[in-house]
Protein backbone atom coordinates (compact mmCIF):
# COMPACT_ATOMS: atom_id res chain seq x y z
CA UNK A 1 0.00 0.00 0.00
CA UNK A 2 1.42 3.71 -0.51
CA UNK A 3 3.49 2.50 -3.98
CA UNK A 4 2.71 5.02 -6.45
CA UNK A 5 5.26 2.88 -8.94
CA UNK A 6 3.28 0.11 -9.04
CA UNK A 7 1.48 -0.92 -12.13
CA UNK A 8 -2.04 -0.30 -12.99
CA UNK A 9 -4.88 -1.39 -15.95
CA UNK A 10 -6.15 2.25 -17.29
CA UNK A 11 -9.38 -0.01 -18.68
CA UNK A 12 -9.46 -1.58 -15.05
CA UNK A 13 -8.83 1.36 -12.82
CA UNK A 14 -11.64 3.63 -15.26
CA UNK A 15 -14.20 0.96 -15.75
CA UNK A 16 -13.55 1.98 -19.84
CA UNK A 17 -11.04 1.39 -22.05
CA UNK A 18 -9.17 4.30 -23.43
CA UNK A 19 -5.91 5.27 -23.33
CA UNK A 20 -6.07 8.82 -25.22
CA UNK A 21 -7.76 11.15 -23.05
CA UNK A 22 -7.74 14.71 -24.72
CA UNK A 23 -10.45 14.10 -26.25
CA UNK A 24 -13.16 14.05 -23.07
CA UNK A 25 -11.25 16.40 -21.27
CA UNK A 26 -11.01 19.29 -23.98
CA UNK A 27 -15.20 18.59 -24.61
CA UNK A 28 -15.70 18.77 -21.26
CA UNK A 29 -13.57 22.52 -20.74
CA UNK A 30 -15.53 23.71 -23.95
CA UNK A 31 -18.72 22.70 -21.92
CA UNK A 32 -17.35 24.83 -19.31
CA UNK A 33 -16.44 27.10 -20.91
CA UNK A 34 -19.71 28.12 -22.65
CA UNK A 35 -22.12 27.23 -19.76
CA UNK A 36 -19.86 28.79 -16.57
CA UNK A 37 -22.47 32.06 -16.67
CA UNK A 38 -25.45 29.82 -17.18
CA UNK A 39 -24.43 27.22 -14.39
CA UNK A 40 -23.70 30.33 -12.01
CA UNK A 41 -27.47 31.61 -12.94
CA UNK A 42 -28.96 28.55 -12.14
CA UNK A 43 -27.06 27.89 -8.93
CA UNK A 44 -27.86 31.64 -7.43
CA UNK A 45 -31.60 31.17 -8.39
CA UNK A 46 -33.40 33.58 -5.73
CA UNK A 47 -30.35 34.65 -4.25
CA UNK A 48 -29.59 30.81 -2.70
CA UNK A 49 -25.67 29.58 -2.86
CA UNK A 50 -25.98 25.79 -4.71
CA UNK A 51 -29.22 24.06 -5.49
CA UNK A 52 -30.92 21.62 -3.66
CA UNK A 53 -28.48 19.52 -4.36
CA UNK A 54 -25.57 21.65 -2.84
CA UNK A 55 -27.66 22.92 0.06
CA UNK A 56 -29.81 19.58 1.60
CA UNK A 57 -27.13 16.97 0.40
CA UNK A 58 -23.39 17.68 -0.50
CA UNK A 59 -22.60 20.97 1.55
CA UNK A 60 -23.89 19.43 4.83
CA UNK A 61 -21.83 16.16 4.28
CA UNK A 62 -18.79 18.39 3.20
CA UNK A 63 -18.92 20.51 6.41
CA UNK A 64 -19.39 17.37 8.46
CA UNK A 65 -16.60 15.16 6.88
CA UNK A 66 -14.41 18.36 7.10
CA UNK A 67 -15.05 18.98 10.62
CA UNK A 68 -16.76 22.12 10.50
CA UNK A 69 -19.01 23.39 13.55
CA UNK A 70 -22.23 21.35 12.68
CA UNK A 71 -25.89 21.11 14.20
CA UNK A 72 -25.88 17.10 14.30
CA UNK A 73 -25.84 14.37 16.07
CA UNK A 74 -23.30 12.76 18.48
CA UNK A 75 -21.44 10.79 15.97
CA UNK A 76 -21.18 14.27 13.84
CA UNK A 77 -19.66 16.31 16.74
CA UNK A 78 -16.63 13.23 17.24
CA UNK A 79 -15.48 14.53 13.73
CA UNK A 80 -15.53 18.18 14.63
CA UNK A 81 -11.67 19.13 14.29
CA UNK A 82 -11.87 22.90 12.35
CA UNK A 83 -10.04 25.24 13.62
CA UNK A 84 -10.25 28.74 12.51
CA UNK A 85 -7.51 29.97 9.97
CA UNK A 86 -7.28 26.67 8.47
CA UNK A 87 -5.78 26.43 4.62
CA UNK A 88 -8.02 24.99 2.31
CA UNK A 89 -7.41 23.40 -1.28
CA UNK A 90 -10.72 23.08 -3.18
CA UNK A 91 -10.17 20.96 -6.46
CA UNK A 92 -12.39 21.24 -9.54
CA UNK A 93 -14.06 24.87 -7.36
CA UNK A 94 -15.89 25.95 -10.17
CA UNK A 95 -17.92 29.18 -9.36
CA UNK A 96 -17.08 28.26 -5.72
CA UNK A 97 -19.56 27.11 -4.05
CA UNK A 98 -17.34 24.97 -1.53
CA UNK A 99 -15.22 27.95 -1.32
CA UNK A 100 -17.55 30.56 0.00
CA UNK A 101 -18.74 27.95 2.58
CA UNK A 102 -15.29 27.91 4.13
CA UNK A 103 -14.23 31.14 3.52
CA UNK A 104 -17.48 32.09 5.83
CA UNK A 105 -16.35 29.88 8.66
CA UNK A 106 -13.21 31.72 8.77
CA UNK A 107 -10.39 29.55 6.49
CA UNK A 108 -8.09 30.72 4.00
CA UNK A 109 -9.12 29.08 0.51
CA UNK A 110 -7.67 28.54 -2.72
CA UNK A 111 -10.02 27.22 -5.66
CA UNK A 112 -8.74 25.31 -8.45
CA UNK A 113 -10.32 24.52 -11.87
CA UNK A 114 -9.36 24.15 -15.38
CA UNK A 115 -12.21 26.20 -16.66
CA UNK A 116 -10.97 29.93 -16.73
CA UNK A 117 -14.91 30.92 -17.44
CA UNK A 118 -15.95 29.41 -14.38
CA UNK A 119 -13.13 30.51 -12.14
CA UNK A 120 -14.04 34.35 -12.95
CA UNK A 121 -17.44 33.48 -11.84
CA UNK A 122 -16.26 32.46 -8.70
CA UNK A 123 -14.33 35.41 -8.68
CA UNK A 124 -17.18 37.78 -9.59
CA UNK A 125 -19.09 36.22 -6.88
CA UNK A 126 -16.47 36.43 -4.19
CA UNK A 127 -16.13 40.26 -4.62
CA UNK A 128 -20.40 40.42 -4.34
CA UNK A 129 -20.23 38.71 -1.38
CA UNK A 130 -17.25 40.77 0.16
CA UNK A 131 -14.79 37.56 0.24
CA UNK A 132 -12.21 38.33 -2.06
CA UNK A 133 -9.44 38.42 0.21
CA UNK A 134 -10.41 35.24 1.41
CA UNK A 135 -10.52 33.01 -1.48
CA UNK A 136 -7.54 32.78 -4.22
CA UNK A 137 -8.64 31.28 -7.50
CA UNK A 138 -6.06 30.05 -10.28
CA UNK A 139 -6.05 27.48 -13.08
CA UNK A 140 -4.93 23.76 -12.71
CA UNK A 141 -5.60 20.70 -14.56
CA UNK A 142 -6.30 17.54 -12.31
CA UNK A 143 -4.88 15.40 -15.76
CA UNK A 144 -1.72 16.60 -15.41
CA UNK A 145 0.60 15.69 -12.56
CA UNK A 146 3.65 17.95 -13.23
CA UNK A 147 1.78 20.70 -13.31
CA UNK A 148 0.43 19.81 -9.64
CA UNK A 149 3.45 18.83 -8.41
CA UNK A 150 4.71 22.30 -10.10
CA UNK A 151 1.60 24.34 -8.27
CA UNK A 152 2.91 23.10 -5.08
CA UNK A 153 7.03 23.45 -5.34
CA UNK A 154 6.70 26.81 -3.38
CA UNK A 155 3.67 26.15 -1.45
CA UNK A 156 2.97 24.70 1.98
CA UNK A 157 0.51 21.49 1.95
CA UNK A 158 -3.41 21.99 2.95
CA UNK A 159 -4.61 21.15 6.26
CA UNK A 160 -7.82 20.38 3.79
CA UNK A 161 -8.73 19.70 0.26
CA UNK A 162 -11.99 18.96 -1.15
CA UNK A 163 -13.08 17.81 -4.49
CA UNK A 164 -17.03 17.91 -5.08
CA UNK A 165 -18.72 16.78 -8.25
CA UNK A 166 -15.50 16.49 -9.83
CA UNK A 167 -13.90 13.03 -10.12
CA UNK A 168 -16.78 11.72 -12.11
CA UNK A 169 -15.58 14.26 -15.11
CA UNK A 170 -12.17 13.42 -15.15
CA UNK A 171 -11.24 10.31 -17.51
CA UNK A 172 -8.72 9.05 -15.37
CA UNK A 173 -7.80 9.56 -12.05
CA UNK A 174 -4.36 8.18 -11.54
CA UNK A 175 -3.14 12.00 -11.79
CA UNK A 176 -4.87 13.63 -8.71
CA UNK A 177 -4.42 10.65 -6.69
CA UNK A 178 -0.36 10.89 -7.27
CA UNK A 179 -0.40 14.38 -6.35
CA UNK A 180 -2.76 14.60 -3.31
CA UNK A 181 -0.46 13.48 -0.76
CA UNK A 182 1.94 16.01 -2.08
CA UNK A 183 -0.61 18.84 -1.47
CA UNK A 184 -2.01 17.58 2.28
CA UNK A 185 -0.17 18.09 5.79
CA UNK A 186 0.79 15.21 7.69
CA UNK A 187 -2.71 15.10 9.63
CA UNK A 188 -4.85 16.65 7.01
CA UNK A 189 -7.79 15.41 5.59
CA UNK A 190 -9.23 15.30 1.69
CA UNK A 191 -12.80 15.20 1.38
CA UNK A 192 -14.46 13.49 -2.12
CA UNK A 193 -18.12 14.13 -2.65
CA UNK A 194 -19.45 13.43 -6.38
CA UNK A 195 -22.17 11.08 -7.70
CA UNK A 196 -23.35 8.12 -6.29
CA UNK A 197 -21.42 5.37 -8.50
CA UNK A 198 -24.20 2.37 -7.93
CA UNK A 199 -27.30 4.37 -7.88
CA UNK A 200 -26.90 7.99 -10.09
CA UNK A 201 -25.91 8.30 -13.60
CA UNK A 202 -24.83 6.43 -15.67
CA UNK A 203 -25.17 3.12 -13.84
CA UNK A 204 -28.53 4.34 -11.72
CA UNK A 205 -31.16 5.37 -13.74
CA UNK A 206 -34.96 6.46 -11.86
CA UNK A 207 -37.94 4.13 -12.51
CA UNK A 208 -41.67 4.97 -11.11
CA UNK A 209 -44.73 3.57 -10.96
CA UNK A 210 -48.50 4.69 -10.18
CA UNK A 211 -50.70 2.38 -8.71
CA UNK A 212 -53.93 2.60 -7.06
CA UNK A 213 -54.28 1.67 -3.13
CA UNK A 214 -56.69 -1.79 -3.29
CA UNK A 215 -57.47 -0.31 0.14
CA UNK A 216 -58.63 3.32 -0.24
CA UNK A 217 -58.97 3.52 -3.89
CA UNK A 218 -56.12 6.36 -4.30
CA UNK A 219 -52.99 6.92 -6.32
CA UNK A 220 -50.18 5.87 -5.43
CA UNK A 221 -46.17 6.77 -6.08
CA UNK A 222 -43.50 3.95 -6.27
CA UNK A 223 -40.25 4.61 -7.03
CA UNK A 224 -37.07 2.97 -7.49
CA UNK A 225 -33.56 2.90 -9.07
CA UNK A 226 -33.27 0.55 -11.85
CA UNK A 227 -29.12 -0.54 -12.14
CA UNK A 228 -28.42 -2.72 -15.74
CA UNK A 229 -24.66 -1.96 -15.83
CA UNK A 230 -22.78 -1.32 -13.23
CA UNK A 231 -19.02 -3.23 -13.68
CA UNK A 232 -18.10 -1.77 -17.25
CA UNK A 233 -19.94 1.53 -18.65
CA UNK A 234 -18.58 3.75 -21.20
CA UNK A 235 -17.95 7.25 -20.94
CA UNK A 236 -21.63 8.93 -21.02
CA UNK A 237 -22.90 12.07 -21.95
CA UNK A 238 -24.84 14.18 -19.32
CA UNK A 239 -26.15 17.75 -19.00
CA UNK A 240 -24.70 20.06 -15.82
CA UNK A 241 -28.36 22.42 -16.57
CA UNK A 242 -31.10 20.82 -18.03
CA UNK A 243 -31.71 21.84 -21.85
CA UNK A 244 -28.55 23.11 -22.23
CA UNK A 245 -27.01 22.54 -26.41
CA UNK A 246 -26.20 18.42 -26.88
CA UNK A 247 -23.18 19.06 -28.34
CA UNK A 248 -22.07 21.30 -25.19
CA UNK A 249 -22.87 18.60 -22.41
CA UNK A 250 -20.31 17.00 -20.19
CA UNK A 251 -18.47 13.19 -20.47
CA UNK A 252 -19.17 11.38 -17.57
CA UNK A 253 -16.89 8.44 -16.25
CA UNK A 254 -18.30 5.96 -14.87
CA UNK A 255 -16.47 3.90 -11.87
CA UNK A 256 -17.28 0.90 -9.67
CA UNK A 257 -16.41 1.38 -5.85
CA UNK A 258 -13.01 -0.91 -6.06
CA UNK A 259 -11.88 1.26 -9.10
CA UNK A 260 -13.02 4.93 -7.74
CA UNK A 261 -10.64 4.08 -4.30
CA UNK A 262 -8.13 1.71 -5.59
CA UNK A 263 -6.33 4.49 -7.38
CA UNK A 264 -5.84 6.49 -3.50
CA UNK A 265 -5.07 3.53 -1.86
CA UNK A 266 -2.29 2.82 -4.13
CA UNK A 267 -0.80 6.33 -3.25
CA UNK A 268 -0.36 5.86 -0.15
CA UNK A 269 -4.36 7.33 1.34
CA UNK A 270 -6.72 5.73 3.60
CA UNK A 271 -10.13 5.69 3.95
CA UNK A 272 -11.43 6.77 7.72
CA UNK A 273 -15.25 8.08 7.04
CA UNK A 274 -17.97 7.84 4.13
CA UNK A 275 -21.52 8.94 4.21
CA UNK A 276 -24.38 8.49 1.48
CA UNK A 277 -26.77 11.87 1.63
CA UNK A 278 -29.74 12.03 0.01
CA UNK A 279 -32.70 14.39 0.03
CA UNK A 280 -35.05 15.33 3.32
CA UNK A 281 -38.36 16.94 3.50
CA UNK A 282 -40.93 16.36 1.54
CA UNK A 283 -41.65 14.61 -1.47
CA UNK A 284 -43.33 15.92 -4.79
CA UNK A 285 -45.61 13.98 -6.15
CA UNK A 286 -46.51 16.28 -9.14
CA UNK A 287 -43.20 15.86 -10.12
CA UNK A 288 -42.58 12.31 -10.02
CA UNK A 289 -39.00 12.48 -11.59
CA UNK A 290 -37.97 14.47 -8.68
CA UNK A 291 -34.86 13.42 -6.52
CA UNK A 292 -37.39 14.37 -3.23
CA UNK A 293 -39.07 11.36 -4.32
CA UNK A 294 -36.08 8.83 -3.84
CA UNK A 295 -35.17 9.58 -0.50
CA UNK A 296 -34.17 6.19 0.40
CA UNK A 297 -31.73 5.83 -2.36
CA UNK A 298 -28.68 8.14 -2.13
CA UNK A 299 -27.64 10.78 -4.56
CA UNK A 300 -24.11 11.00 -3.69
CA UNK A 301 -21.41 9.25 -1.78
CA UNK A 302 -18.84 11.49 0.13
CA UNK A 303 -15.83 9.90 1.96
CA UNK A 304 -12.83 11.35 3.77
CA UNK A 305 -8.95 10.16 2.93
CA UNK A 306 -6.48 11.04 5.36
CA UNK A 307 -2.51 9.36 4.85
CA UNK A 308 -1.98 5.92 5.36
CA UNK A 309 1.40 7.25 6.97
CA UNK A 310 0.98 10.29 9.01
CA UNK A 311 4.67 12.24 10.67
Not at 85 to 106: N, P, T, W, Y
Not at 125 to 131: E, G, P, S, T, Y
Request: proline share 8%; with cysteine.
Amino acid sequence: MGNSNETHNPQLLNGFASEDHSGYSQDNLQAWEHMAEQWETFQSHEGADGNDMFNQCLLPVVAELAGLPTEGEPQVKELAQWQPGERVLDLGAGSGILARMFAKQGAHVTGLDFSQAMLEQGRERAKRDKLSGKIEYDYIDLMDYPMMEKYMKDKEPYDIITISTTVKSLPDIEPLAKALPLMLKPEGRIVIVDLHPAFSKPAGHRGMEIFEDPKTGKQQLSTYIKVPQYLNIPPTKSEAVRGQPEPLSQWFFHRPFWSLMDPFFRNGLVLDAMREPAFKGEPVPSQAQNYHNFQQTPMLLAFRLRHAFRK
